[in-house]
């Protein structure tokens, strides 16, 4: 027997008895309890007298390179002891290695990969009530490297609750996590972004969220997350209320929106995450396609006088969380109002189709305003009953203090008869003929009123008010001038005489934005209609009518030809 196979032989049988001895060593002196007690001690120094930890089983393969733990319990109480605050449940956790040579290599534990199945985490969303007591524990720490290739959590669920055993603020999901090439240093800062971490995946699927309000649940069909590249998908988006529209209103017991909305995906370029990984939301790009709004309100309810809706750049001025977006992009949006009058059971509808729009720089971070001198700006078009073009170009001063904005926008020709299905319902009135020539408006305003001009050309109007179906005295006021005054059939007159509206409206601040910018375009129309003073007369002085009607009148018959 040569020396090289002594050699073997001896390793070999040494490698078998050192296994014997581990094998008995778990046996007789019971590792896992061992483990099991300075877990739940190290676990104490957190959450004093707060924590249970225990697992089933411990299992080491020395020939396979892998070591599992079954079956992990960990629950957090209360401060009284009386109520569980969290729990967490692993069915397995699996660690491997690649070889015994290099487990240890420059004084770094290199691990092949940590496979977590069936994580089951149940916890509050007031993280404070989690928050560990903070120890020291001086000169047991020994400083330590780690290389980790994969970590893997499959077949998992997350549950967020607001308060136990309630429905309202809770949320789960499903999800599988991969982060790649870890690499942790006990005796430096780990920064995840700064090659702490290779490359991280969150999958999640069948996400439900209740909103804290109690009326309104989301729920996402599935999403892709990978932060340290920036990029996210969202798919088949849905918010809708708990409740139908009946029982919605009747728990409201106030005037307000009963909104469905329906996204088909989201997509997010170049997300950044800063110090701190949730103290900020950047992005460069949201694409959102296909998204379905569907906004009811029932207004047999009173708006209460309390409510105060900010405009826009407030509500994001007003947000705790720093946002900066470059842009997000909207395509392909179908947008429905429904509209319930007062003593009514019929409602009325107005749909946008085709709706697509951009938002550029929405932020609430002063030094980006500043360094872009930028301007929140809001680009839309859509087809109103899908049939004519509405654009309309919004922008919003981010370092003005009166919230100033300037409004521009333009409406294509269309028959005025197709806004019967709407108004034909919320109002006593019928279009029964009407051509729209094309819509032109400009308006400025700020937090609390709308001045500008609206161009109106139209032709062949006529209308119809049905006084049986005028109910309330409210609508009889609003209606007065429908009634006693003879609307102009176009505009322009025959006479050549062009009617510019005039925009002038008070906001209503217990209203959102939408009905602030729609409200001021209606005071367009209705100066437009001879409802109120006009912004201008023009004459058109090459128009035939004109000098035919003056003529008929006898007024300067042929003067400015002699």
């Known amino acids: 027997m040569n020396k090289k196979t002594k050699w073997f032989l001896g390793i070999f049988f040494g490698l078998i008895l050192l296994i014997l001895i581990a094998w008995q060593l778990v046996k007789n002196f019971k590792i896992e309890k061992f483990l099991e007690e300075k877990a739940q001690t190290e676990l104490n120094k957190l959450w004093p007298n707060r924590v249970a930890f ?59 990969a940590i496979k977590l199945n ?14 560990p007591k903070a120890y020291e524990d001086a000169g047991s720490s020994t400083p330590f490297k780690i290389a980790v290739g994969d970590i893997i959590l499959s077949n998992s669920e997350l549950n967020f609750y607001k308060e136990r055993g309630e429905q309202t603020g809770q949320f789960t999901s499903a999800y599988e996590l991969v982060i790649q ?81 329906k996204i088909d995906s989201i997509q997010l370029k170049d997300i950044a995450l800063p110090k701190g990984m949730i103290k900020a939301a950047i992005a460069e790009e949201i694409r959102v396609y296909q998204p379905s709004l569907s906004v009811l309100r029932d207004k047999n309810y009173i708006l ?19 946002v900066f977006i470059r842009k997000v992009l909207v395509e392909n949006m179908f947008i429905e109002y429904i509209e319930k009058p007062e003593g009514k059971q019929s409602t009325g509808k107005i749909t946008f189709n085709d709706l697509t729009g951009t938002i550029r720089h929405f932020t609430n971070i002063a030094d980006s305003v500043e360094a872009l001198d930028a301007s929140l700006e809001i680009l839309a078009s859509a087809k109103v009953f899908n049939k004519a073009v509405l654009s309309a170009e919004i922008v919003y001063g981010l370092q003005t203090e009166n919230g100033d904005f300037s409004a521009t926008g333009s409406l294509e020709p269309m028959q005025l008869t197709a806004f019967n ?13 009407g051509q729209n020539d094309g819509v032109y408006f400009t308006f400025s305003g700020t937090r609390y009123s709308t001045t500008g001009r609206m161009r109106f050309r139209y032709s062949d109007l006529k209308i119809n008010v049905d006084s049986e179906k005028i109910e309330s005295q409210f609508i009889r006021n609003s209606l007065a001038f429908l009634a006693n005054v003879a609307l102009p059939k176009f505009n322009p007159r025959p006479n050549g005489k ?29 100066s437009t209609l001879g409802a109120s003073a006009p912004a201008e007369i023009e004459q058109n002085r090459n128009s035939n009518e004109e000098e035919s009607f003056w003529n008929k009148l006898g007024f300067g018959k042929n003067k400015d030809k002699n």
């Open 118 to 131: 069936k994580v089951f985490s149940d916890v509050p969303f007031d993280f404070e009530k989690l928050k």
């Open 498 to 526: 062009f009617r510019v509206g005039q925009i002038n409206f008070e906001r209503d601040t217990r209203k959102s934005m939408f009905n602030y910018w729609s409200q001021s375009l209606v005071t367009g129309f209705k």
């Open 181 to 261: 090439d870890v690499f942790y240093d006990s005796e430096k800062e780990f920064k995840p972004a700064g090659g702490g971490i290779g490359a991280v995946e969150l999958k999640t699927s069948a996400m439900d969220y209740y909103l804290p309000d109690g009326f309104y649940r989301v729920q996402i069909r599935n999403t892709i997350f990978r932060p340290l590249v920036g990029e996210a998908q969202i798919n088949d988006v849905l918010l809708k209320p708990v409740y139908d529209w009946k029982e919605f209103a009747a728990k409201k017991e106030v005037l307000t929106s009963y909104i469905a909305l």
């Open 421 to 433: 299905d709407f108004i034909g319902v919320v109002l006593p009135v019928n279009i029964q003929e």
């Open 304 to 322: 209460p006088d309390d409510r105060f809706v900010p405009i826009i750049i407030d509500q994001l001025e007003g947000l705790e969380l720093p």
């Open 54 to 112: 225990d697992f089933d089983d411990l299992t080491f393969q020395f020939f396979s390179k892998n070591a599992s733990i079954s079956n992990v319990r960990l629950t957090i109480f209360s401060e009284s002891g009386a109520d569980t605050l969290a729990n967490l449940k692993i069915e397995r956790i699996t660690a491997n290695w690649a070889s015994y040579k290099d487990f240890f290599t420059d004084d770094t534990i290199k691990v092949k």
